[in-house]
């Protein structure tokens, strides 16, 4: 029988998958990221990241972008529309991961443009627990290496694992500005849920699945006890 080569196989096989990880600010998208690119090769954008890095040196995006984040506020939309979409158009990979975008209505549609969104994982977490968790998570700012006390400590309290060098809370995880991202999250992102929902690719997870893993404060792998299989029948 005529075997067709890989070479053959139709475009729409190979089109690209855009995954979109949503979910309250400190909710543990970066964790559930980190282990999706470990287990299905994803080419990961995080937002938050790319403009941490923008204030980091310097530039007029981060210079821009600067005083919003400390005070937990979202950037302006077209300052990350531009940042994000930029570099979308740049991948070559069949697999792309976007965390923590879109977050508004106004930059789910620039996405929707460039992208056509396969999956909007939506992780939920209770209030409670993100005031809690990000009161608990430092950081190492020259790297951007991440501790919580609870769940992966630095080997010596305050210091980090590399370098020894102190380790600071980020000014978005002070009390005061976590409850003003919490407010911009329900007022901005909660809605897109429903986008989402209406165009069939929104899947949540709050880790209810493995009751024994959320009861011992680790919700995070309670969430991707469940995750990961679903990915695995989803990407094939
Ligand atoms: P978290 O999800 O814990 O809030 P991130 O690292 O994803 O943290 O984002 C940090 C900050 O960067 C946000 O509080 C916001 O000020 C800004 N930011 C990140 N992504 C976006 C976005 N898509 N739109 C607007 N602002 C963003």
């Given at each position: 029988m005529l075997q067709l080569g890989k070479a053959w196989r139709p475009v729409s096989l190979v089109r690209c998958k855009t995954t979109l990880i949503m979910g309250p600010p400190g909710g543990g998208k970066g964790t559930i990221s980190k282990k999706l690119i470990k287990d299905f090769n994803f080419h990961h954008i995080s937002t938050g990241d790319l403009l941490r890095t923008q204030v980091r040196l310097g530039t007029p995006q981060g210079l821009k972008a600067k005083s919003y984040m400390e005070s937990g506020d979202l950037v302006p939309d077209e300052l990350i529309i531009d940042m994000v979409l930029s570099k979308v158009e740049d991948i070559s990979s069949s697999r792309v991961l976007l965390d923590g975008f879109p977050r508004t209505r106004v930059q789910a549609e620039a996405l929707d443009k460039k992208k056509q969104v396969e999956i909007?994982?939506?992780?939920?977490?209770?209030?409670?627990?993100?005031?809690?968790?990000?009161?608990?998570?430092?950081?190492?700012?020259?790297?951007?290496?991440?501790?919580?006390?609870?769940?992966n400590p630095p080997k010596e309290e305050g210091k980090d694992d590399e370098t020894g060098e102190s380790l600071i809370q980020r000014d978005d995880d002070k009390p005061a500005a976590v409850k003003a991202r919490l407010q911009e999250y329900d007022n901005q992102t909660l809605p897109l849920l429903d986008y989402y929902k209406e165009k069939g690719c929104l899947r949540q997870f709050d880790g209810s699945d493995n009751p024994d893993l959320v009861a011992k404060d680790r919700r995070s792998d309670a969430i991707y006890a469940s995750l990961k299989p679903f990915m695995q029948g989803s990407l094939g």
């Open positions: 909007a994982i939506n992780l939920a977490v209770p209030n409670e627990e993100i005031v809690r968790r990000t009161s608990s998570r430092w950081i190492h700012p020259g790297s951007g290496r991440t501790y919580a006390y609870d769940y």
